[in-house]
C-alpha cells in the first residue's frame, strides 16, 4: 500500500503525518510506503519547519530526510490513499483528480479517528501548536492502521 499525506505547504503537517505514520508501519513490520506533500509550491525543496523536526525529535522519529514537495496529478496514479489535513487542502486534491477513482482515493485524515466528522487538523504553522499537532496525527495514524489491518478483504495485507 502506498499513502500520501498532504497539507498546505508541506513543512508542518504531512511531514509529522508521513514520519509518525513511517514509524508506525516500521514497528508493525507493514508493507507500506508513505509519502508527503503539499497543495501549494511555496516550500518545494525545503525541509520540515524546524518546529516539526523538533516536536518528531522528542517523539524518537527523525523527519530530517524530508523535502518539500508539491501535489501533482500524478501522485493519484502513483498512490492507493491520498489523506488530506483538512477540507480546503481535501478540495484542492480533488480539482486535480481525472475521474471518480482519483477521488474515491482522497480521504480526510482524522476522520479516520472521528468518522464523517471531516475535521481537519490544526495548522500549526502560526501558532505553534506542534505538539497537540502532533498527538492529533499520532491518534488518527493508529486508527487508520487499525482500520486497515482489521478489514480481513483488504488488498494491502
Known amino acids: 500500500m502506498k499513502i500520501l499525506m ?4 508541506n513543512i508542518c503537517r504531512s511531514p509529522l503525518a508521513e514520519g509518525i505514520l513511517s514509524n508506525k508501519i516500521n514497528e508493525k513490520q507493514l508493507p507500506w510506503i508513505v ?3 503539499g497543495t501549494s509550491s511555496w516550500h518545494i525543496g525545503n525541509l520540515p519547519d524546524s518546529r516539526s523536526i523538533e516536536i518528531a525529535k522528542k517523539n524518537r522519529i527523525d523527519i530530517t530526510n524530508q523535502r518539500a ?8 496514479d ?3 490513499l491520498i489523506l488530506a489535513m483538512d477540507s480546503s487542502n481535501y478540495n484542492s486534491i480533488c480539482s486535480l483528480a481525472k475521474n471518480e477513482n482519483d477521488v474515491s482515493k482522497v480521504k480526510l485524515l482524522l476522520n479516520y ?13 502560526h501558532d505553534g501548536t506542534f505538539a497537540e499537532v502532533f ?7 493508529e486508527k487508520l492502521i487499525e ?6 478483504l483488504n488488498k494491502y495485507e
Open 6 to 9: 498532504v497539507c498546505l505547504g
Open 35 to 37: 509519502d508527503s506533500a
Open 69 to 76: 514537495r508539491q501535489f501533482t496529478k500524478s501522485d493519484f
Open 78 to 80: 502513483e498512490f492507493d
Open 113 to 125: 479517528l472521528n468518522p464523517g466528522m471531516n475535521g481537519g487538523v490544526p495548522d500549526p504553522y
Open 135 to 141: 498527538h492529533l496525527i499520532n491518534s488518527a495514524c
Open 147 to 152: 482500520d486497515i489491518t482489521s478489514n480481513k
